[in-house]
């Protein structure tokens, strides 16, 4: 089995109303107009597509981050995107997806729903959400986004957490586990640590409760735009893997971050985990994670 999970997308809208920056998005439609729109190619969201369905994946994730401030526009921008991809990717056991913090930037927008309103049909309305992958592969997104004034931080509270642990003893032995969740579980030892405000508040009571299971769990992740593969010391049972962000550029990456893809052997053993990424010249490469 093949999965695809893709990070965060941040498709942008520049022109707003005024009446639309009334909010933290004034906040961030500056910091799009400044600085993040010189990195964030959304023209090479084609070929990121058309390399998902190259790669004729059985299922296709996103962990979160789809919009920029969370506007109607962007929402829907980003729906029409991920419709066209599911469409001709056609994956055999469907789509999955999670929000990002910035997909419930505003108050408003998660007031309204809108991130259920685009993406409902790929998503849950109760967390921890529970999706079965062919027939021994569970799949448990969270949810510990919420809009916040100031910061980009996230919470999955007692009790998301409480049910996660049910969850995980409920799953059979010899089962796989796969969580997908926006928000990081800390950073490897090479990079910095996560700035204060900007991660999950309860990282240590999610990290205890991955470890209290035992059991060995992949965990899928964006949110810092970076991608990696990981184990926390505090829990070695998790491999963590950041997904990236597949439009944003830079020197390491100047046609975008790529995506990360999970093979999952049909008859047990390790979960091989590795990514496509765009060299200088536009053409696909595999890479470790
Ligand atoms: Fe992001
Ligand atoms: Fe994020």
């Known amino acids: 089995m093949r999965i695809v999970?893709?990070?965060?997308?941040?498709?942008?809208?520049?022109?707003?109303?005024?009446?639309?920056l009334c909010?933290?998005?004034?906040?961030?439609?500056t910091n799009l107009w400044l600085n993040r729109r010189r990195h964030f190619k959304p023209a090479l969201w084609p070929a990121v597509r058309d390399q998902v369905i190259a790669r004729a994946p059985d299922a296709v994730l996103c962990s979160g981050d789809f919009t920029t401030t969370a506007l109607p526009g962007e929402f829907r921008t980003a729906r029409a995107a991920w419709a066209d991809l599911v469409?001709?990717?056609k994956p055999s056991l469907g789509s999955f997806?999670?929000?990002g913090n910035h997909d419930r930037y505003t108050y408003t927008?998660?007031?309204?729903?809108l991130f259920e309103g685009a993406f409902g049909q790929w998503t849950?309305?109760?967390?921890?959400?529970?999706?079965?992958?062919?027939?021994?592969?569970h799949l448990i997104g969270l949810d510990p986004t919420r809009p916040n004034r100031f910061n980009a931080s996230g919470k999955l509270g007692t009790p998301q957490l409480s049910k996660l642990r049910a969850c995980l003893n409920e799953i059979p032995a010899g089962h796989r586990i796969l969580i997908l969740c926006h928000y990081p579980i800390g950073t490897p030892e090479e990079l910095p640590d996560e700035a204060p405000g900007h991660g999950l508040q309860d990282t240590n009571a999610l990290i205890d409760t991955l470890a209290e299971s035992e059991r060995p769990i992949t965990y899928i992740h964006g949110h810092i735009h970076w991608p990696w593969k990981w184990t926390p010391p505090r829990a070695p049972n998790v491999i963590a893997v950041n997904a990236g962000a597949p439009m944003l550029t830079g020197s390491r990456y100047p046609q975008g971050q790529g995506f990360l893809e999970l093979e999952i052997p049909e008859t047990g053993g390790e979960i091989g985990t590795s990514r496509q990424e765009p060299n200088d010249k536009g053409s696909w490469q595999a890479a470790s994670p």
């Open 5 to 20: 999970v893709l990070g965060d997308l941040h498709f942008y809208q520049l022109a707003v109303w005024p009446w639309q």
């Open 23 to 29: 909010s933290k998005r004034l906040l961030g439609q």
């Open 87 to 89: 469409e001709k990717a």
């Open 97 to 99: 997806v999670v929000p």
């Open 109 to 113: 927008s998660a007031r309204k729903h």
């Open 124 to 137: 849950s309305q109760e967390w921890p959400a529970q999706w079965i992958l062919g027939s021994q592969t």
